[in-house]
């Protein structure tokens, strides 16, 4: 098994930055895809950015594209996601969330609804 467990968010001014981090236990991280999902009040869990077990594959939600960067430290057991440029509608409470079984296009379309190895979330804030 696999637990994670986010730290990083906050209140922050439109065109701020901040770094979410999502330290994971558990020996078989190295072989997880990873992602950082979102849900805004009274929305649904949206994918925001996926990383490969090695990292050598990123993915992004076309409304985060250049302005968020996903990372991940296996070494660590870590997983970042540095966020610029960052706007009111990126309010939301991010999750962190890993699965060893998808293949990565399901993991991308399908994980934000899928079961699996979830943190309990941030609470990220961007006012205007």
């Known amino acids: 098994q696999v637990q994670l467990v986010e730290s990083g968010g906050g209140l922050v001014q439109a065109g701020g930055s901040l770094r979410l981090s999502c330290a994971a236990s558990g020996r078989t991280f190295s072989k997880h895809y990873m992602g950082w999902f979102r849900q805004a009040p009274g929305k649904e869990r949206e994918f925001v950015a996926a990383?490969?077990?090695?990292?050598?594959?990123?993915a992004y939600d076309e409304s985060v594209k250049g302005r968020f960067t996903i990372s991940r430290d296996n070494a660590k057991s870590m997983v970042y996601l540095q966020m610029n440029s960052l706007k009111p509608e990126d309010t939301a409470v991010y999750y962190c969330?890993?699965?060893?079984?998808?293949?990565?296009?399901?993991?991308?379309?399908?994980?934000?609804?899928?079961?699996?190895?979830w943190g309990q979330g941030t609470q990220v804030t961007v006012s205007s």
């Open positions: 969330a890993g699965d060893a079984t998808l293949g990565w296009s399901s993991f991308i379309s399908t994980m934000a609804h899928r079961p699996g190895y």
């Open positions: 990383i490969s077990w090695n990292g050598a594959s990123t």
